[in-house]
Every structure is written in structure tokens, then in C-alpha cells.
């Protein structure tokens, strides 16, 4: 299973941008889709997620960012308003997948990673 990410820019403060993350490969299902970020020198942390069941946020994005799905589409969006300089960061997707080896009928489950895409904004 492969993660690409794209939409990542160059953004002046207050702007927007809109994040892709479309997985593909040999897979069943899919059990949650992610947004990390990480900046320089700091730690990669949780921006959003989202899962059939639900949706959660970092408290420092809630109410600018929107996570989605698109299902037909195996992707993830995430819609960034009222960017802001502290949102710099290369932004990764991350997925949980099941998925089945044949002959072998059993259900596996694999977590993976993007690349990344880099989110800047500067004015």
C-alpha cells in the first residue's frame, strides 16, 4: 500500500490550502486515514484523523481545519483555513489498511506512511 501526498505551498498568513492523500495498492478496506506534521526540529504530531466512526482534531487546528474522505476515491483531504506561520511543516498522511494475501484468506492489517508534502506560511 503507497500514500502520495500533494497540495503542499507557499501560503501568506490567513490563507488557505487544501491537502490530498490518495492511497493505492492491494488492499480491502480502509480503517482510518491521518494527518501528521511535522516541523523543524520538533517532534511529528497529530493534526487530524478520521475514521468511519468518527473525527478528531488537535486543539490547535480545531475550527480552521476540516479532515475528509472520499471513498471512491481511496483519499483523504484536509482542508486548511486561516493558515497561520505556525503551520509550517511537512504534513504526512498516514493510513490504517486490512488486507488479505492469497491463497491465504486471512484479514491483515498494515499501518503506512506518505512522503510528505511541505506546507509553508510566510507573508
Known amino acids: 500500500v503507497q500514500l502520495v501526498e500533494s497540495g503542499g505551498d507557499l501560503v501568506k498568513p490567513g490563507g488557505i490550502l487544501q491537502l490530498s492523500c490518495v492511497a493505492s495498492g492491494n488492499f480491502n478496506s480502509i480503517s482510518f486515514m491521518a494527518w501528521y506534521r511535522q516541523a523543524p526540529g520538533k517532534q511529528r504530531e497529530l493534526v487530524a484523523k478520521i475514521s468511519r466512526r468518527n473525527t478528531e482534531y488537535s486543539d490547535s487546528v480545531k475550527g480552521r481545519f476540516t479532515v475528509s474522505r472520499d471513498i471512491f476515491k481511496d483519499s483523504s483531504q484536509l482542508q486548511m483555513n486561516n493558515l497561520k506561520p505556525e503551520d509550517s511543516a511537512t504534513y504526512y498522511c498516514?493510513?490504517?489498511?486490512?488486507?488479505?494475501?492469497?491463497?491465504?484468506?486471512?484479514?491483515?492489517?498494515?499501518?503506512?506512511w506518505g512522503q510528505g508534502t511541505t506546507v509553508t506560511v510566510s507573508s
Open positions: 498516514n493510513g490504517g489498511f486490512y488486507y488479505e494475501e492469497f491463497p491465504d484468506p486471512t484479514t491483515r492489517y498494515l499501518e503506512t
